[in-house]
C-alpha cells in the first residue's frame, strides 16, 4: 500500500479557538504527562547508584548492564500487555496501575540485599514505566484539538526530563547519605508515584476509548467540555465513522496490509530515537563524566546541568512543534545529534578534555534531543496511528522502542570495554545519520490534523 499523498487540512481539523476549554484541556493533559516523570525519573535514578550497587553486588561490565537495563526487559512487555489492557479497561485505569507498580519497584529495590531480587524489583518497575510511555502521550493526542495537540503531547516529554532532572537532584542530595545512599535514591520513586496516583483520580477517560466502548454519551459529554457542544456533535460524527468499517482490532489487522505500512514507520521513528544513544548518555552521563578526570561528586554536578538543559530545551518543542512541525524538528535533531557525538568522539579518542569542551558538546546533544527527538517521536507516535488500532500499534511501537533502549543500554558497558568511548559514541552518530536519510523519504508530515484526517494520510480503504 503506497502512502497517500499529504492533504490540506480541512475546515474541521479543529474546533475554533474561542470554543476550546484551554484550562480544562491543559490540566488534564499534565496529569496524563506525568507518566512521563516517572518514566524520566527512574531513566536517571539509576545513574547515581551504578557507583555504589557495583561493589555492593559485586557486578562486572555484563552483570552492571543487566542491572541498568533490566528494568526496560519489564518496559518492553509492559508496553505489549498496556495496549490490550488499556484498550479494555481504559486509559485512565492502566495509568493508575502504573504509578502502583512503580511506587513497588522503588521501594523493593532500595530495600533488598539480593541481586536477583533486585533485578526482579526492576522488573516490576519497567511494567509500569513501559506502560505509561505509551499510553501518557496517547491519553493526551485522544482529547486535545488538533490545534493544540502537538505541545500537549510534547509536555510529556517535559515530563520525562523533569523526572531525570529530580531524579539528579536526588542522587545528589543522597550521595553524601553513607553506605546505603543507593536505596534512599530507589526509595525516593514513592514520591512521584504517590503524586500521580492521587492526580489520576480527577481526570476523565478519554472520548475516542468512550466511542469505541459504546458509551457515546459519556464522550459526548467530554468533548462539549473540551471544544462546546457544536464541534463536539462534529467530532463525535467523525469518531465514529473511523469504527464502521471493521470489526476486528487486533493484532491480525494491524499487520494487515492496510495498516502494516504506518506500524513500520512507527517502529523506526521509535527505534531511531533509541540507537542514537541518548539513554547510554542519560544512564551512564557520570561515568563518562569522570572518564575525562572529574571527582565523583564533581560528575553528579555536570550530570545535573545537562538535566537543566534537557528541560529547558523540551520547552523549546512545546513552543515550535505545532508551528514548525514535526518532520523538520526530527531532521534537525538527526543532523545536529550526529555532529556532537562525533566530536565528542573525537575528543575522546584525542584525550581532549579540556575547558570544559566534552560538557558543551554532551549540552549540545542532550539540548538538541530533547527538542527533537525526544518530545516529537512521542507526538508522532501518538497521532499517526488509526483509531481501530492504536492502542496495539501504540504498544508494538513502544516495545520496539523499549526494546531498543534495552539493546543499547545493555551493550554500552561492554561496548566502552572492548572498543573504547570513542568508537561507541561514533557508532550512535551513524544511527543519526541513518535516521535523518529514513525521515526525509519516507515520514510525512502531520502538524495542524486532527487525528482521523492524519489517519486518511496513511491508510486508504
Known sequence: MAIAPALKPSAQAA?????????????ISMVAALGGLLFGFDTAIISGTIPYITPYFGLDGYSLGWAVSSILIGCATGAMAAGLFADKYGRRVTLIACALLFALSGLGAGLVSNFTFFVLFRLIGGLGVGAAAMISPMYIAETTPASLRGRLVALYQLAIVLGILLAYFSNYFFESFGENNWRYMFISQLIPSFLFLVALLFVPE???WLVKKGLKGEALVILTKISGSVAADAEIEEIENTF???KDSGL???????????????VLIAVFQQVTGINS???????????TGLSNTSSLLQTIGIGVVNVVSTFIAIGLVDKVGRKKFLLIGSLLMGLSLVAISLCFHFRYFDNYVVLGLMVIYVGTFGCTLGAVTWVYLSEIFPNRVRG??????????????????????????QLGT????FCYAAFCLIAFIYVIFRVPETKGRSLEEIESIFIKK
Open 15 to 27: 474546533p475554533k479557538t474561542e470554543t476550546i476549554n484551554t484550562r480544562f484541556i491543559i490540566v
Open 206 to 208: 478519554t472520548p475516542r
Open 244 to 246: 464502521k468499517c471493521e
Open 422 to 425: 570513542s568508537n561507541t559514541l
Open 252 to 266: 491480525k489487522i494491524l499487520f494487515s496490509k492496510t495498516y502494516r505500512p504506518v506500524l513500520f514507520i512507527g
Open 281 to 291: 548518555i542519560l544512564y551512564y552521563a557520570p561515568v563518562i563524566f569522570k572518564e
Open 392 to 417: 496495539i500499534a501504540m504498544s508494538v511501537a513502544t516495545l520496539a522502542l523499549w526494546l531498543a533502549d534495552f539493546i543499547v543500554t545493555y551493550t554500552f558497558p561492554v561496548m566502552t570495554r
